[in-house]
């Protein structure tokens, strides 16, 4: 009973001193709340907050002692939330070989690509064997095929185009496909012309009506005062009016042009907007992660 | 408590940590009002034309646009834009190019859908839009000019 | 045995408490060493973390409030208030409440929301008590300032008995312009505001162009050359003449921030009291 005892004491005193012995002299990497697990939950908590930078920080540091795909994964999702998508292509490079995310990651390759507007590449490379995914998502192909759609290249024949996506993403496309072909463009050189006959005319056409009758007005104008002067004999006020008819004639006629190109870039940025739009809405063909505490 | 319901109405929507997203160092307080500098100024590009326009609009600014009110909805102002279409095409393009947007100016109705964009409280127009390369019609640019000067 | 075991157990739960506390007040100590080292954006990161460990929400109030104060130090204030805020929900007792409350108000003032941080004041007035009401009614005071209220701040600062600001603000009501009079003289005189408010060529060449039209104008109509006259009165003379009080308002506008920037700068540099 007595050894009992003092075996109790020795036991109950270790164990009282163990905060004081942990406590005293201790740098803060050794605190309990630097070790990789705690870390690691400290910095899933910030990446959820969207406090990715700190996150990063966080993630670092886990990955010097510890090996974590869905780690790499992530950091590489965040600099792409944050719009640094370089960044975030070379991250996603990094785990398109002998990881958990080769397909996840070309996938969000193609996403990034995608955000950055590097559509042309992003087509070039969609049948490199090196960036192929090897899933039945078929995410590259789809990106590509809406690249090529932006770009109003000519789309590989309807079958094998519409065979990859499913029912509903099917839907979408090919009503955005058949909206992309009927785009209300307006033809510049039209525009030049129809002001070439009538000053203005060009700018009514673009729609820009107020444009339109001033220019009319301006040209007649200017063009009446320096026939009247021609008309009166005074020599260089008609030849000034003349200059300056001449100059907002012509003007006029440019301008007309440049509206029809202006009204065209609209039409295409509202165009891009909604298939930009419709790949928010679809996730960009990708399915959403579920991360858990992996 | 009454305050805290009130503060949590004035910011429901603050974007949370998107401060973050650069690091940042302390700043020292500055209680000054911050006076938006208009600089509608063009540099030189070394071209003999663009410097005598350069020139010749700030005689025309000293003696006639800084006294005569303010009278131009756009930014850049037609003079400026003049000076600054040269620079980027040259000088008959140019003046055609300051040939239409003085037209547009005289317009008094200027719909929004036009010029979307106010910069500087004025109609952002910029001279991009109308150099006829389909190139450099940047609609982003259009709708986010918070680069442009 | 049995016994034994339960004190064990009772002890060990002790142990491990006053150990998590031990942790926990160590990277409180820690991150407020870089809060006051000027690390602001890494003792944020500190704060979260010891606030996302800390159940027991011991430091959750401390910890809000130097994270407000490390965005107030990085000139960040929307983010500031939001800690403030949040600070406020977890605040023990009047004091807590106080002293975030007015962290907020001292942001708000910074950051020139002005009707927000005086509604705030409107609020916390009614349960303070005298000391709290002076300081509140200070921060008023600085409200009105940093919205060019200079006559409601002078009037709350000689109320609070506070010399130097009460003066500071009687002098920049004594230097500034009254925009309407200045624009008021260029109406009768053309060029006169602008030469008031300093601008002499200005007001000078103004006052040329509106002799020259004015007088071209006036011969055209005496010589009844009347669509002369009218064509010149409306397109220079008028043109001109508008020009000339946009101006002198644009100026005395200008002269009156200069103004108003020199009371700030004495403020941010020279006081040596309280400040936002």
């Not at chain 2, 839009?129 to 609609?139: A, G, P």
């Not at chain 3, 460990?53 to 965005?71: A, R």
Request: aromatic share 16%; net charge positive; charged share 20%.
């Amino acid at each position: 009973m007595k050894t009992k005892s003092n075996y109790f004491s020795v036991v109950l005193f270790l164990f009282l001193s163990l905060p004081f012995v942990l406590s005293k002299g201790q740098s803060k990497n050794t605190s309990p709340l630097f070790t990789p697990v705690n870390i690691k939950k400290f910095a899933d908590y910030l990446f959820a907050e969207k406090d990715y930078l700190r996150a990063f920080d966080e993630y670092k540091k886990y990955l010097k002692t510890e090996n974590n795909d869905t780690v790499r994964f992530k950091i590489a999702l965040g600099f792409q939330q944050m719009g640094r998508y370089p960044e975030a292509l070379t991250h996603f490079k990094g785990l398109f070989f002998n990881s958990d995310f080769t397909n996840q990651s070309r996938n969000e390759f193609f996403k990034t690509l995608f955000l950055a507007d590097s559509l042309s590449y992003l087509i070039n490379i969609s049948n490199n064997e090196f960036f192929k995914t090897h899933d039945s998502l078929h995410v590259p192909l789809k990106l590509s095929f809406t690249a090529m759609m932006l770009q109003k290249m000519p789309l590989p024949d309807s079958v094998s185009f519409v065979n990859i996506f499913n029912k509903k993403e099917k839907a979408g496309m090919s009503e955005l496909y058949s909206k992309q072909r009927r785009l209300p463009y307006k033809d510049p050189t039209t525009a030049a012309l129809l002001s070439t006959v009538v000053p203005g005319l060009g700018k009514i056409y673009t729609g820009n009506y107020g444009d339109g009758i001033t220019a009319f007005l301006f040209t007649g104008v200017l063009g009446y005062i320096a026939y009247d002067n021609f008309r009166a004999n005074h020599s260089f006020r008609a030849w000034l009016f003349s200059g300056l008819t001449v100059l907002f004639y012509g003007g006029n006629i440019y301008g007309s042009y440049a509206a029809a190109q202006i009204f065209n870039a609209k039409v295409n940025f509202d165009f891009v907007s909604e298939v930009k739009k419709f790949l928010e809405k679809e996730n960009y063909f990708i399915p959403r992660y579920n991360f858990g505490s992996k | 408590m009454k305050s805290l319901a009130l503060i949590l109405l004035l910011f429901p929507a603050l974007i949370l940590a998107q401060a973050d997203w650069t690091r940042w160092k302390a700043v020292p307080p500055s209680y000054k009002i911050k006076i938006g500098q208009n600089t509608e100024t063009e540099k030189s590009d070394g071209s003999f034309t663009s410097d005598v326009l350069i020139g010749l609009r700030s005689v025309y600014a000293f003696f006639i646009s800084d006294l005569d009110g303010d009278n131009c909805p756009f930014y850049p102002s037609c003079s400026h834009f003049f000076v600054r279409a040269v620079q980027a095409t040259n000088l008959v393009q140019g003046a055609l190019m300051f040939a239409d947007r003085f037209t547009r100016d005289t317009n008094i109705f200027k719909s929004s859908t036009q010029y979307p964009t106010r910069l500087h409280g004025r109609l952002y127009d910029p001279v991009f839009l109308y150099e006829l390369d389909e190139s450099k019609i940047n609609i982003k640019k259009l709708l986010n000019p918070s680069n442009e000067n | 045995m049995k016994r034994t075991i339960e004190i064990l157990l009772i002890l060990l739960a002790l142990a491990t408490t006053a150990f998590a506390q031990g942790i926990f007040e160590r990277q409180f100590r820690y991150a407020d060493s870089l809060f006051k080292a000027g690390k602001y954006f890494d003792a944020i990161t500190e704060f979260k973390r010891l606030m996302f460990f800390d159940s027991s929400g011991v430091y959750k109030f401390t910890s809000e409030m130097k994270i407000g104060l490390s965005y107030k130090a990085g000139g960040k204030e929307n983010e500031a208030v939001k800690y403030f805020s949040l600070a406020l929900k977890s605040a023990n007792g009047e004091g807590e409440k106080f002293y975030a409350g007015t962290q907020i108000i001292r942001t708000l003032i910074l950051s020139r929301k002005t009707d927000e941080a005086l509604n705030l004041i409107t609020q916390f007035l009614k349960t303070a008590d005298d000391n709290q009401k002076n300081l509140l009614l200070y921060w008023r005071g600085w409200a009105f300032m940093f919205a060019n209220r200079w006559q409601q701040a002078a009037k709350q600062f000689s109320e609070l008995n506070e010399n130097e600001l009460t003066n500071l603000c009687k002098d920049v009501l004594n230097k500034k312009y009254s925009v309407n009079f200045v624009k008021g003289m260029s109406y009768i005189i053309p060029g006169a505001g602008q030469i008031y408010t300093g601008h002499y060529l200005s007001g000078l060449m103004s006052l040329g162009w509106n002799v020259l039209w004015g007088y071209t104008t006036v011969k055209a109509f005496l010589a009844n050359r009347v669509f002369d006259g009218i064509m010149v009165g409306n397109l220079l003379w008028f043109r001109f003449y508008r020009g000339n009080f946009q101006n002198a308002e644009k100026f005395a506008r200008q002269k009156n921030i200069e103004i108003y920037n020199d009371a700030f700068g004495y403020l941010e540099n020279k006081f040596k009291g309280l400040k936002p």
